[in-house]
């Protein structure tokens, strides 16, 4: 997991697409558990930190 670091802000993309199409995700809420905001519909998903860090593939963008 070290080469999969990431910060609040962050575009992510998770192994699977949202139903709307969209594998881009905002990370908006960090502790134990992670929100995340779909860039395509704006649905916002509440995930606990270790279901998270396993569906995530990699950090799209990161935050300045």
């Known amino acids: 997991m070290a080469d999969k670091s990431y910060e609040l802000n962050d575009?992510?993309?998770?192994?699977?697409p949202h139903p709307c199409?969209?594998?881009r995700w905002k990370i908006i809420?960090?502790?134990?558990d992670i929100r995340?905001?779909?860039e395509g519909?704006?649905?916002s998903v509440?995930?606990?930190?270790?279901?998270f860090e396993t569906k995530?593939?990699?950090?799209?963008e990161t935050s300045e």
């Open 36 to 38: 995340i905001k779909c």
């Open 56 to 60: 995530m593939k990699k950090v799209l």
């Open 11 to 16: 575009i992510v993309q998770m192994k699977k």
């Open 46 to 51: 509440l995930v606990p930190r270790k279901k």
């Open 21 to 23: 199409g969209e594998n």
């Open 29 to 32: 809420r960090m502790g134990a």
């Open 41 to 43: 519909c704006g649905h």
